[in-house]
T-cell receptor, first 114, second 115 residues
Framework: GESVGLHLPTLSVQEGDNSIINCAYS??????FIWYKQESGKGPQFIID?????DKRQGQRVTVLLNKTVKHLSLQIAATQPGDSAVYFC?????????????FGTGTLLAVQP | NAGVTQTPKFQVLKTGQSMTLQCAQD?????MSWYRQDPGMGLRLIHY???????DQGEVPNGYNVSRSTTEDFPLRLLSAAPSQTSVYFC??????????????FGPGTRLTVL
């Protein structure tokens, strides 16, 4: 919802530019990571995932990069569109954990300027 | 399929009142969960269920009760609402919980204000 965007770091980009959203995860033992997109007034939506045995994974217009050395995850969106405006947050699951062990980040607000 | 549905969309309560947030899914998913989302914080798990008749506590269960009498429905009950329960509540479901790759589908949320 609208209140989710408050208190969040904001990334403002021009339509057509590439966006890079960063996430520092907390647990060095985490072995599965997910990026979610949350549009205003809606629930989170799965975008892309990556396992810890990979350092890069590509989807349609999106790429996730994983740097386990510094516990850093990034989401790259190519040719950003107005419909990409949303809050993006990462989530991690510790090694051996299941869905009930998901740890969510606080999110970044992506604002696409026309 | 309607996916995950939640009612109501908005609710205002007075301190001490009780209410039930409804959640239903029509995907025959085994796993269902409730999260709360507060400004500046990540989603936090309240309760979850791995199947009909089975529920368990998440990270922040105090003040909330759940039940799972059918596969489709997973209501969340606030027995005596407190201002600290002002939040946006999301229900989610997934085919199972056993595999990390079981994608969770989220409902549209219920925005609750407790005065």
């Amino acid at each position: 919802g609208e209140s989710v965007g408050l208190h969040l770091p904001t990334l403002s980009v021009q339509e057509g530019d590439n966006s890079i959203i960063n996430c520092a995860y907390s647990n060095s033992a985490s072995d599965y990571f997910i990026w979610y997109k949350q549009e205003s007034g809606k629930g989170p939506q799965f975008i892309i995932d990556i396992r810890s045995n990979m350092d890069k994974r590509q989807g349609q217009r999106v790429t996730v990069l994983l740097n386990k050395t510094v516990k850093h995850l990034s989401l790259q969106i190519a040719a950003t569109q107005p419909g990409d405006s949303a809050v993006y947050f990462c989530a991690e699951i510790p090694f051996g954990g299941a869905t009930n062990k998901l740890i969510f980040g606080t999110g970044t607000l992506l604002a696409v300027q026309p | 399929n309607a996916g995950v549905t939640q009612t109501p969309k908005f609710q205002v309560l007075k301190t001490g009142q009780s209410m039930t947030l409804q959640c239903a899914q029509d995907m025959n998913h085994e796993y269902m969960s409730w999260y709360r989302q507060d400004p500046g914080m990540g989603l936090r798990l309240i309760h979850y269920s791995v199947g009909a008749g089975i529920t368990d506590q998440g990270e922040v269960p105090n003040g909330y009760n759940v039940s799972r009498s059918t596969t489709e429905d997973f209501p969340l009950r606030l027995l005596s609402a407190a201002p600290s329960q002002t939040s946006v509540y999301f229900c989610a479901s997934s085919y199972s919980h056993r595999f990390q790759t079981d994608t969770q589908y989220f409902g549209p949320g219920t925005r609750l204000t407790v005065l």
